[in-house]
Structure formats: C-alpha cells, structure tokens
C-alpha cells in the first residue's frame, strides 16, 4: 500500500449510521452548550453532544409520560 493508498482510507466519525431515524438540526448557545459538555464529561462514557441529547431527550420524555420506560 502506497502512502497515497493510505491517505485515500478516511475514518468514519460519529456515531454509526443504523438507517432510521431523521436528522433534526438545532443550533445551541454558550448557554446551553456549557452544561451540555459537562454532562457529557460527568457521565461514565463521555458521550458526544449529540448522544447527550438523545439521552437528555428521553429521560425527560420518560419522566413527563410522552414515552414509556
């Protein structure tokens, strides 16, 4: 393999494509983002921000009854 080769193989990022779902777009202040890193740092796993919402987003939903546990 060339070192051509080697810089022609790109890393996927992120979390892995599942094939469902629909992507929802929002941008966040510094207001909103600072607690949103220290969560992600707090937790056991360090999620990225986007895994952060997610898990944010359901718990609240599951404690306000709109989806089930």
């Not at 929802?24 to 983002?33: K, S």
Request: hydrophobic letters at 30%.
């Amino acid at each position: 393999m060339t070192d051509q080769d080697k810089n022609d193989i790109k890393k996927s990022r992120g979390r892995p494509a599942t094939g469902q779902g629909e992507p929802v777009l929002t941008r966040l202040q510094d207001d909103l983002i600072v607690p949103l890193d220290r969560f992600c740092s707090d937790e056991a796993d360090n999620p990225g921000r986007p895994e952060a919402i997610r898990r944010i987003l359901r718990d609240w939903l599951i404690s306000h009854g709109y989806l089930k546990a």
